[in-house]
């Protein structure tokens, strides 16, 4: 899935505006940035945007490019490299990359990468800001903060400790060590935007100061589509008279997406009329391929050019979210906020508590099933498919709730905000 990189969209309220403190110097730090298409690197690189169009001087400290592949892009070689891009000063600092990305093996390279940031030097900046994941980089930032002189803020994407435990990629006492270490890290920022209200209980509960919290939801950030549907799919070789099911996305350990085979399986011994399709790439694709391989209802379908992709969103029936079971609360799937621009129904599977149901009722886009009930999603799909007021109220609650200027604004007066916080405390 290759999606272009968040800006700030026309007219929108970050676009123009200028900063009512003066010209900061900004900061940011995060290991996933454009050219990555997926995961939060485009809502890292729209912040970025929308703080340099309103006239603030930012510079990135990033990863080598490599997800969700988990290889390092080709050209990007060496231990640190800088570039521009969009007018912004990056730089990249070298981290490994594990090709079976388990706990200790991410911990290694969050910690690689937060150590490689932490010494990249030069002019002491007003504001810092952290991306979380990766929650070390938090580390890197606190190298910056001081009383009256730099602020620092977190933006957290993921739930660090909810990840830890909810993947079950490590034990429970490690888990618990995490989220220490998550309190205790975003205990010490001067503020945390998190990108869905639901994540606000738990980061409370880390011992954060709700005063300290802000809530700025993700947006939509693909174009329209802007090819004729059936044409779309005839390349795509999705028949006419097939429902298809498309989960688009990273195939990782937190999407479960053994349910999705096992749901295209049922597919198959009902002979059904949906195939269920698999856009994308992933540590878990190969798996995923191996289980499936006597599926005939299943198809794979490598990531496509930014321009192809919502075509492909807009030419499927119904589109698909689907958590492992294990997964509740340690994010909100950035994928719905294309989806419901795609204008196309959606079925998730996932727990009612999670994030994505509470977009999902929210929009209004279509019903949830229980994670690891692979019946239910082949009987959610077939029941879904052809709802079409499902879908044109999942694109009405993306042109109302999940605009980009929105976004982008509320990152400005956040970040002039915390600016504001470090002038106060002189």
Do not use: C
């Amino acid at each position: 899935m290759v999606m272009a990189p968040g800006r700030p969209a026309a007219g929108g309220a970050a676009e123009g505006s200028r900063p009512s403190s003066g010209t900061l110097d900004v900061r940011v730090i995060g290991m996933h940035y454009a050219p990555e298409h997926t995961g939060n690197a485009p809502y890292t690189t729209g912040m970025v945007a929308a703080l340099h169009a309103a006239g603030h001087r930012v510079q990135v400290v990033t990863g080598y490019p490599h997800y969700p592949a988990w290889e390092v892009a080709d050209g990007y070689t060496g231990l640190r490299r800088t570039e521009r891009i969009d007018g912004v000063p990056v730089t990249r600092v070298r981290h490994p990359v594990p090709a079976v990305p388990d706990a200790r093996r991410r911990i290694v390279m969050d910690a690689a990468f937060t150590a490689h940031a932490a010494a990249v030097g030069g002019p002491r900046p007003d504001v810092v800001i952290a991306v979380s994941p990766v929650l070390l980089t938090v580390l890197a930032g606190l190298r910056w903060r001081r009383a009256g002189r730099t602020a620092l803020g977190v933006v957290t994407q993921d739930l660090y400790s909810r990840a830890l435990t909810e993947t079950r990629m490590t034990s429970s006492r490690v888990a618990s060590l995490g989220a220490r270490l998550e309190g205790s890290l975003l205990a010490r920022a001067d503020g945390v935007a998190v990108v869905h209200p639901s994540f606000a209980p738990t980061v409370t509960a880390l011992g954060v100061d709700a005063g300290r919290l802000t809530t700025i939801p993700n947006w939509s950030h693909i174009a329209p589509p802007t090819r004729d549907r059936a044409t779309v799919r005839r390349e795509l070789g999705w028949r006419d008279d097939e429902v298809i099911a498309l989960h688009a996305g990273n195939m990782g350990v937190k999407q479960g997406l053994e349910n999705v085979v096992e749901a295209a399986r049922r597919a198959d011994l009902a002979g059904s009329k949906v195939r269920f399709v698999l856009l994308g790439d992933g540590n878990q694709r190969a798996r995923l391929a191996g289980l499936g391989a006597d599926v005939e209802r299943l198809t794979f379908l490598d990531p496509l050019p930014g321009d192809r992709f919502p075509d492909a969103l807009a030419a499927a029936d119904v589109l698909v979210v689907n958590e492992a079971e294990t997964v509740a609360e340690m994010s909100a799937p950035s994928k719905l906020t294309s989806y419901f621009a795609a204008g196309r129904p959606v079925v998730a599977a996932s727990w009612a508590r999670s994030a994505a149901s509470a977009e999902l009722a929210r929009a209004g886009a279509g019903p949830r099933v229980d994670p690891g009930d692979p019946e239910a999603l082949h009987a959610a799909v077939l029941a879904t498919a052809g709802d079409h007021e499902a879908g044109a109220r999942g694109r009405a609650y993306a042109a109302d709730t999940l605009g980009a200027g929105r976004a982008h604004a509320a990152y400005v007066a956040w970040v002039e905000g915390l600016a504001a916080l470090r002038v106060a405390a002189r």
